[in-house]
């Protein structure tokens, strides 16, 4: 039982590092002054919910480890985060379509999530559901606006999303370890996750006049470990002072 | 209407500063006063975008989460800063898009310091404590400055500029009680931006050209070398407590005045990195100019989806 709810806790809070950190590569890049300030505001919400959920998944664990080693010194295998996350930025319409389609599933989940029996997770799903609905707010209302703006824009965020698409399925992913904390009252019940999931994302690529691609090829493994060739790089990057001067503070 | 000639408005001008009455947007004021200020304001919002870019530099790098947050933090209000620096200049009639233009056709300046590369953690620190530290000198007197808005974004941006001082001296703090190495990793980040951090104030009393003219109009308040000694004065007893040594043989306390005397800036450096032959003054523009071309599809997206809707909506 705990096992299994350090690794639920450890799938939340990597989705979040991860996340914040690839919308942190955009600092001082992003398309306006105005999405850098929303972006690197973004990217702040995600790496404190990653640093709540990962001093929580630490206690659970209760080998004396931090969040910061459990943030820094585990390995690509051993990270759980969906493979939608990883993926490179692009340019900042592929960067909005990765953050809608998570958005819109992580709002249903913080949602749910408030009345777990675990009272760490249920109050960490509060407060962040105040802000993933701002998230979801932002991406969507840039998705609307790049599909529906210009031809160019119109193509682009088609593209991003065929290209994103494959990863969608894995927002649904379920196992054992959501068997065992659904059991426990830890998980509330989600069985309806992908229907209200589908209606937001179906009535925001409406408005977005977007096509969602016929092609149901699908990838999933993160929840397991197994990873795209990216999350290798993100970690050698994040990790890299941890890596090169061990047992320091900073 | 009566008229009024431009040698009584200016004389009514000069006695509402001297009377250290706010200029406001709507106020007549003379061309040169509103040139300097969109001049030195835009010239402020660039330094504070160009410098997201050191610090934005090791954000996927800082050492723990904690950092990170507390890094990320700093640079949005950087470019928050430089939100509210640009609307400032926009009072007195300067369009943003076109200021920035200046910035990436090399017309209009930035501060020089963002031109030294950031190579390890401890530069976090070293800007922090330093950068932060100076900008905070220069902008103090700024928030009595006689041109309204840009003197109350002023105060907002001192407040925010403090919290950013002490968390980089709070960096080189926990560096320099930490392992030799994490030792040397701050005397070289300090060794490396203590003279830049010194030419942030800009060339001596003596060679700046603006000076007289901006002290007259209560634009600046304080001049640059009173301001460098007000810095040195500070910052040396910060470094000896952290026992960290300032890069400056010369460096010494003159009893006599209560101030700290140092050594020569090497000012053929300065000119250098301020004509644009600095380490990255290339790589920052080049940045920032890719930023803003790659960016222009959304620009022109968002513009037309508001057209649509606003055709709709009267539809």
């Known amino acids: ?250 | 209407m009566k008229e009024v000639n431009i040698t009584e408005l200016e004389r009514m001008f000069q006695e509402k500063i001297d009377q250290d009455i706010k200029i406001e947007p709507k106020d007549w004021m003379p061309d040169d006063y509103r040139e300097t200020l969109i001049r030195q304001i835009s010239q402020h919002a660039h330094s504070e975008i160009v410098g997201m870019l050191p610090e934005g530099n090791w954000i996927t790098r800082a050492p723990n989460l904690r950092r990170k947050a507390v890094l990320l933090a700093k640079v949005q209000d950087e470019a928050g800063h430089g939100l509210y620096l640009y609307s400032a200049a926009e009072t007195l009639g300067a369009d943003r898009e076109d200021t920035i233009d200046d910035l990436h056709s090399g017309k209009a300046k930035y501060s020089s310091i963002f031109n030294y590369p950031t190579l390890t953690w401890a530069d976090m620190g070293a800007i922090g404590w330093l950068v932060d530290g100076a900008a905070i000198m220069n902008q103090v007197p700024i928030c009595r400055c006689s041109y309204g808005p840009y003197a109350r974004a002023m105060v907002r941006v001192c407040k925010e500029e403090s919290f950013h001082q002490r968390q980089g001296f709070e960096i080189m703090m926990t560096l320099a009680k930490g392992s030799p190495e994490q030792k040397a990793m701050a005397q070289d980040a300090l060794n490396r931006f203590w003279w830049p951090a010194l030419m942030m104030f800009g060339p001596s009393d003596g060679e700046s050209k603006h000076t007289a003219q901006s002290m007259k109009w209560k634009i600046k308040r304080s001049t640059n070398d009173e301001l460098r000694q007000q810095f040195v004065d500070v910052t040396v007893p910060q470094a000896e407590m952290i026992g960290l040594t300032l890069p400056d043989a010369d460096l010494s306390f003159n009893e006599a005045t209560g101030h700290y005397e140092y050594g020569e800036i090497n000012w053929a450096e300065f000119w250098e990195v301020v004509k644009g032959n600095g380490p990255c003054n290339k790589d920052r523009i080049d940045t920032r100019r890719k930023a803003k071309e790659e960016g222009q599809w959304v620009r022109e997206a968002a513009t037309a989806f508001a057209q649509k809707r606003a055709a709709r909506k009267s539809a």
């Open chain 1, 1 to 250: 039982m705990n096992q299994a709810h350090v690794e639920f806790v450890l799938r939340i809070a990597d989705d979040s590092l991860i996340l914040g950190h690839r919308l942190s590569e955009w600092c001082g890049h992003g398309p306006v002054l105005e999405e850098d300030i929303a972006m690197t505001n973004i990217a702040l919400d995600l790496i404190g919910q990653a640093t709540s959920l990962l001093n929580h998944a630490a206690t659970l664990q209760g080998e004396g480890k931090t969040g910061d080693d459990l943030a820094f010194l585990r390995f690509d295998r051993e990270y759980r985060n969906l493979l939608l996350v990883e993926q490179p930025n692009g340019d900042f319409g592929m960067t909005m379509m990765r953050q809608f389609l998570f958005d819109a599933y992580r709002t249903i989940l913080f949602e749910r999530m408030q009345s777990s029996s675990d009272e760490m997770i249920a109050a960490i799903a509060e407060k962040s559901l105040k802000e993933t609905k701002y998230h979801l707010k932002h991406s969507s209302e840039w998705v609307i606006r790049l599909g529906d703006g210009t031809e160019e824009s119109h193509a682009r965020i088609q593209e991003s999303l065929n290209t994103l698409w494959r990863y969608a399925n894995e927002l649904f992913y379920t196992d054992a370890v959501d068997d065992e904390m659904r059991n426990a009252g830890i998980l509330p019940d989600l069985s309806d996750l992908r229907q209200q999931w589908e209606n937001t994302v179906n009535h925001v690529f409406q408005e977005a006049t977007l096509t969602i691609p016929s092609n149901n090829w699908k990838q999933e493994g993160g929840r397991k470990g197994m990873h795209s060739e990216h999350l290798g790089y993100i970690l050698a990057e994040m990790q890299y002072m941890q890596r090169a001067y061990p047992n320091m503070e900073w």
